[in-house]
């Protein structure tokens, strides 16, 4: 998936939460941009500040929510380190106990692959969509992932997914494919109850690229001609994909938007490549407008080439 791999800690973070010491990404197991299907890569952010000589020199620093914490403003840059690939260690292990409350830990599920179906379950039934809105930045962490936090809960976001996943969305939505007119209008062979869900549902075949002339006062299975098709530089349709789309306008609801899956998966291609990469920095306004796109979201768990979107990191009033 472009854009999806690649890119480690290592630049100024646009004042968030940026991993800059030492990070090698070892942890395996519980490393979060591993379980998240981000590529990680050992690098560390030189920051160019003046020795006693005013002369330029390189030094390693971390920077945490708008403040740079240098070598001299610590007495052990490995303990930075160990305390984040502590946090990550915590982020992926939640042993299944109770809360202080005594109802039970609303989030169990540990950050792994094997347990993706579990921790989508418990996102569904504990997040609503409209929380997404009033989430707080905390920060960007490694450059691929924004921490948030609603309530006492912390959630790590995969800005790529999610932006992606908006982004296709909208096209799915919005996009109207373009089409070439036949030369003459061809027959179509379909049945009654086909005719009737092409009529209904015009709009659909439309922003698909299909153009028909109607003639309701026909006999039925003659009342509907091809006038126009979409084009693609990559792919042909024709009646087969009519068939189709009348098949799974079947099994879709009310007034949801149906896709060609090859349509589908040329939006995927586009909203990938025009989504926020893995490796950029953001700013807490930019990485606020990706959560609040989330909130508008039908489908907010995962991108659109199954990438998860968010998961749980801890329980604040545990700590």
């Known amino acids: 998936e472009g854009g999806g791999d690649g890119g480690g800690g290592g630049r100024d973070g646009g004042g968030g939460l940026v991993c800059t010491v030492d990070m090698q990404c070892q942890m395996q197991a519980g490393c979060l941009e591993t379980q998240l299907g981000c590529s990680p890569r050992a690098d560390q952010r030189m920051d160019q500040r003046p020795d006693k000589d005013g002369v330029s020199m390189a030094v390693p620093c971390i920077l945490y929510d708008d403040v740079v914490l240098t070598p001299e ?38 950050i792994s692959p094997s347990t993706n179906s579990n921790a989508e379950e418990e996102l569904r039934r504990e997040i609503s969509k409209d929380m997404f809105a009033h989430m707080e930045v905390i920060g960007q962490f ?24 908006y982004n296709f969305e909208r096209l799915s939505r919005d996009t109207v494919i373009k089409h070439q007119s036949l030369l003459s209008p061809r027959p179509l062979e379909l049945t009654a109850t086909s005719e009737m869900v092409v009529m209904d ?99 907010p768990w995962n991108c659109p080439h199954g990438r998860p979107t968010m998961r749980h990191l801890f329980d604040l009033s545990k700590i």
């Open 73 to 110: 403003r610590l007495d052990h840059t490995s303990h930075v380190t160990f305390n984040l690939r502590e946090t990550i260690e915590r982020a992926s292990y939640k042993p299944l106990v109770p809360d202080q409350t005594g109802s039970g830990s609303k989030f169990r599920a540990r």
């Open 142 to 165: 490694n450059l691929g992932f924004i921490i948030s936090k609603l309530g006492h809960d912390l959630f790590i976001v995969d800005q790529h997914a999610s932006d992606e996943k």
């Open 201 to 299: 549902n015009m709009h659909i075949f439309t922003k698909n690229g299909f153009l028909f002339d109607i003639d309701p006062n026909a006999l039925p299975m003659k009342r509907i001609k091809l006038t126009g098709h979409p084009v693609s530089k990559n792919w042909s349709f024709g009646p087969n994909d009519i068939d189709e789309l009348v098949f799974m306008l079947a099994d879709s609801g009310p007034g949801e938007m149906v896709r060609l899956p090859r349509v589908t998966q040329m939006f995927a291609s586009r909203a990938c490549r025009s989504s926020v990469m893995v490796g950029t920095s953001l700013t807490r306004a930019e990485m606020k407008k990706i959560l609040v796109h989330m909130s508008e979201l039908k489908h």
